[in-house]
T-cell receptor, first 107, second 114 residues
């Protein structure tokens, strides 16, 4: 099956800092999603981005499908950005999740 | 739209008891997924349905687990008998082919088996 690797596994930021999270995948995919799992455990959809670039407020994402990677950018981080960020890709039918990047934003 | 609805949000039960988790997908979605999340194994797909029909249940741990989808707006995941190692957060998600299969997750059910 498709392998999904996320980096870094852990990240600690000071409030206001910027960061880039990376997702590499091993095969061509039909779609890619970024999720944020907040400290209460909820999985929140951030982006549905099989290719190209999207922006939503302080967050943006870019997927380069031909090179099999996606990047999630967080600018001017806030404490509420803390949690785990998952990348998930769909090959034929189901999503395969990476292990996530755990982000802690300190005030 | 109310999103994916799951109940109960928390369940504490004793080993050997039957547990039933419930899910209402987003209206109009034709795919429904059950996942389990633990610290050790991360997010695992247990089973998914398309148009109420189970398509792939290869992730179901063993015969103690069963899932049904009697109609387009309701699904259950049953564990009988429950064991302490079943303690986890169980998520339900749904998606639609018409919307590119983007999955939306419910809030999860935190199950503790003592």
């Amino acid at each position: 099956g498709i392998q999904v690797e996320q980096s870094p596994p852990d990240l600690i930021l000071q409030e206001g800092a910027n960061s880039t999270l990376r997702c590499n995948f091993s095969d061509s995919v039909n779609n890619l999603q970024w999720f944020h799992q907040n400290p209460w455990g909820q999985l929140i959809n951030l982006f549905y981005i099989p290719s190209g670039t999207k922006q939503n407020g302080r967050l943006s994402a870019t997927t380069v499908a031909t090179e099999r990677y996606s990047l999630l950018y967080i600018s001017s981080s806030q404490t509420t950005d803390s949690g785990v960020y998952f990348c998930a890709v769909r090959g034929y039918s189901t999503l395969t999740f990476g292990k996530g990047t755990m982000l802690l934003v300190s005030p | 739209d109310a999103g994916v609805i799951q109940s109960p949000r928390h369940e504490v039960t004793e080993m050997g008891q039957e547990v039933t988790l419930r899910c209402k997908p987003i209206s109009g979605h034709d795919y429904l997924f059950w996942y389990r999340q633990t610290m050790m194994r991360g997010l695992e797909l247990l089973i998914y349905f398309n148009n109420n029909v189970p398509i792939d249940d290869s992730g179901m741990p063993e015969d103690r687990f069963s899932a049904k989808m009697p109609n387009a707006s309701f699904s259950t995941l049953k564990i009988q008998p429950s064991e302490p190692r079943d303690s986890a957060v169980y998520f339900c998600a749904s998606s639609s082919r018409d919307r590119g299969y983007e999955q939306y997750f419910g809030p999860g059910t935190r199950l503790t088996v003592t």
